[in-house]
């Protein structure tokens, strides 16, 4: 493929997709707030949009460890058909209330099994 030029096409993972649309977001982000909003660890799927040059390192923070800050590419924009972050659609505050809701409710019950 990198001879002939061609790139791989892009399947992305539910956890890729999660920590692109954190990323996409919120940039410029750390590892350790991807983590915290997922509530899980990133490393993996981070590494595959890094990898995939979806999402590069912008720099770092300055605080203790000065840990990597991340944000998207060229190639997010022109793989989701975007001019310009600008374009991303806005989340209504009332939908990320029904996320959270829906997300306790899941919680919940797999605590009950």
């Given at each position: ?23 996409a ?16 660890d ?21 605080a ?38 829906e ?11």
């Amino acid at each position: 493929a990198k001879f002939a030029g061609t790139k791989k096409p892009m399947n992305l993972s539910n956890a890729a997709l999660e920590v692109l649309a954190i990323i996409a977001y919120n940039q410029p982000v750390t590892r350790s707030t991807i983590d915290k909003i997922r509530g899980v660890d990133s490393f993996g799927p981070l590494d595959k949009l890094v990898t995939r040059e979806i999402v590069e390192e912008k720099g770092r923070l300055d605080a203790p460890g000065r840990p990597i800050l991340f944000g998207t590419t060229e190639d997010f924009l022109r793989s989701f058909g975007l001019v310009s972050l600008d374009e991303l659609p806005i989340v209504k505050p009332e939908k990320v209330e029904d996320f959270k809701l829906e997300a306790e409710e899941e919680i919940q019950l797999k605590l009950d099994i």
